[in-house]
């Protein structure tokens, strides 16, 4: 297959196709419809958006045999040069490798004769904050008085470092990254156009890849054709941008999630032996519990990079789980995949954050207690010699949880600091509280006979002496640091 690479083949001829950043396009429109040009540019924004690519749109605008028109031709001999790069009247300059004074004097003295084809003249200076102070001054005395028909676009990734006397006689324009909606529908466009067939998951993987930047998503498009030989899937995309494919990540995150250590710690084998490092699979697992607790949280707009296959995988694990839970997780994987950079053990500090995240979920299965079947051994409780005594509020919280078991675990926490008396809305009374002489509540917050089943209030009762004595042992661990 002969072609040229996407990032050139693809690469926008006029002003309609330029991608995402039709604010400045339509401006540059009426710019030149109503013949308003100004001497000078600034088009900033992050790299790969089309500042250049812009740029020369508007250098063809201007110096087309049919315009100066908002619709360049493109087949006339100065747009076929300047589309070439080998117009003379159109010059490139690399800012970071031309930042000297010298070469602005140059460019200066050049500047006086008009233009060869006795159009605009039209200088692109690229990374323009590169340039050094010098420079920048000998570039300040051009634009305080500018030549007729000269016109400077200079572009930067970071106008911060523009001296804002530069900026301010330049009309700047902010260019933003491309929408990851907007990046995957283009691909897809594009692929079919050249009959590369491309899965919608190979393409959104490409567009997260890419950060925003459409020229390193056509380069990486160019190596997934190489790779995978004009067939763009969803393996090739996972295998060629090292992404930890989703279904190990999901095996993972799932048995932590679900209290299954050895489990997890099986799926973070299988990665490694499929070839991941450490760093790519922390990256990778963090990058998907993020996905996961914005699922986790409702925030669905932050899923919106991802495909609809991609993103049933996240409300699905959402639902089984709640977002603290996931935070939790994040955290410990996140300060992990921190520090395994330092570390000269980092596959050890991930296989025990995997450990520690997925002893979290005795919190979860807490908050769901009344899924617990009666099948579970009740422990006796474990008196500690050091044990301070049981505050005398506990046995008015037994009652009072017993007499609740729609959702103890709620309740039993909010009654550790608040006693609440009958009167008191909220207060929902049992069988087991002899003030309410065996009355059922008026809000029918205890199902009838709920807390007759002996099973159920031993191992609620059972339950809360376990989070009492974690509890005590966290906080004797985190005194004894
Ligand atoms: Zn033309």
Redesign the pocket.
């Known amino acids: 297959m002969s072609y040229l690479v996407f990032a050139r083949k693809w690469r926008p001829q006029g002003f309609e196709e330029v991608l995402a950043q039709d604010h400045i396009t339509v401006t540059l429109r009426n710019a030149i419809e109503s013949g308003r040009i100004g001497h000078a540019y600034l088009f900033a924004g992050p790299r790969g958006v089309g500042k250049t690519t812009t740029a020369r749109i508007l250098a ?1 605008a201007l110096n ?4 100066p028109t908002p619709d ?5 001999s ?2 076929m040069r300047i589309t070439a790069g080998s117009d003379l009247d159109v010059l490139e300059i690399d800012g970071a490798s031309n930042r000297g004074i010298d070469e602005i004097r140059d460019l200066r003295e050049k500047a006086r004769y008009s233009s060869a084809g006795g159009g605009w003249k039209i200088y692109i200076i690229d990374e323009v904050h590169m340039l050094t102070r010098e420079a920048f001054n000998a570039l300040l005395k051009i634009l305080e008085e500018p030549p007729p028909r000269v016109l400077f676009v200079f572009a930067t990734t970071e106008p911060r470092k523009v001296p804002a006397t530069i900026v301010s006689r330049c009309q700047r324009f902010d260019f933003r990254r491309i929408p990851a909606a907007q990046m995957a529908e283009y691909l897809a466009r594009e692929a079919a156009g050249e009959g590369i067939e491309a899965e919608p998951e190979a393409l959104a993987m490409v567009t997260r890849a890419s950060g925003g930047s459409l020229r390193d998503a056509l380069s990486i498009m160019d190596q997934l054709v190489s790779f995978t030989g004009g067939r763009i899937t969803r393996e090739g995309a996972a295998s060629l941008l090292r992404v930890v494919q989703d279904g190990i990540l999901e095996g993972i995150v799932g048995a932590a999630l679900a209290g299954n250590p050895g489990g997890a710690l099986d799926r973070v084998s299988e990665a490694f032996a499929l070839g991941y490092s450490v760093e790519e699979l922390n990256e990778s697992l963090v990058e998907f519990l993020r996905n996961l607790l914005l699922a986790a949280s409702g925030g669905e707009a932050g899923l919106s990079d991802l495909s609809e296959a991609e993103a049933g995988v996240f409300r699905n694990l959402a639902s089984a789980t709640c977002d603290t839970a996931v935070l939790d997780m994040l955290r410990i994987v996140a300060s992990a995949a921190a520090e395994a950079r330092q570390s000269s053990q980092p596959r050890i500090l991930l296989e025990s954050a995997i450990v520690a995240a997925s002893r979290l979920s005795w919190a979860v299965s807490l908050e769901s207690l009344p899924r617990v079947t009666p099948a579970a051994p009740a422990e006796p409780r474990a008196v500690r010699p050091d044990a301070p005594p049981r505050p005398a509020a506990a046995p008015a919280r037994r009652e009072r949880v017993e007499a609740a078991p729609v959702s103890p675990g709620a309740e039993s926490r909010r009654s550790d600091g608040i006693r609440q008396s009958p009167a008191e809305p909220g207060y929902s009374a049992g069988p087991g509280d002899p003030s309410a002489g065996g009355d059922a509540p008026g809000d029918g917050h205890v199902p009838a006979g709920g807390g007759e089943t002996p099973g159920d209030s031993e191992i609620t009762q059972s339950l809360l002496d376990l989070f009492d004595a974690v509890s005590r042992d966290r906080t004797t661990d985190r005194r004894s640091r």
């Open positions: 063809k087309c045999e049919k315009g360049p031709c493109r087949v006339c100065s747009c």
